[in-house]
């Protein structure tokens, strides 16, 4: 069912710090930040040859982020996402074999304009999990 990884996504406190990290030491291509108010994270995309890094950093005083931050100071890997076909059909497979969709347990649209949905973490052996609609 689920295909590529699509990114893997790191909070970290200082996003300037990050990306010069990705591109100066790492030799990475880095882009600008880019702020996404309605899902409260300002994020720099890592261009890998294969995937994408996402660095992530909260945004306003709502962002789903910040404790995650504020228990991992230093930053630390948030989220893993794979590539799915068809999302609902995901889910759907998913909630049947008793696993748990975050939220109302419906696709939203997310980060790339596409729909996702995350897991609980305790149902993917302590990661959260991004299925995202290709
Ligand atoms: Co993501």
Do not use: W
């Amino acid at each position: 069912m689920i295909g590529n990884l699509n990114h893997v996504a790191i909070v970290v406190p200082d996003l300037d710090s990050a990306g010069r990290l990705y591109r100066e030491s790492f030799g990475a291509e880095v882009s600008d930040p880019v702020d996404l108010p309605e899902h409260g994270v300002t994020t720099v995309f890592v261009n890998l040859p294969n995937t994408k890094i996402e660095l992530l950093h909260p945004l306003g005083e709502g962002s789903p982020i910040r404790r995650f931050l504020e228990k991992n100071p230093d930053g630390g890997m948030h989220h893993v996402c794979y590539e799915v076909e068809d999302i609902g059909t995901a889910a759907e497979r998913l909630k049947e074999q008793g696993l748990r969709i975050l939220g109302d347990g419906n696709p939203k649209i997310g980060a790339h304009g596409k729909p996702v949905v995350f897991l609980h973490p305790k149902d993917g052996i302590g990661t959260l999990i991004e299925l995202e609609q290709t």
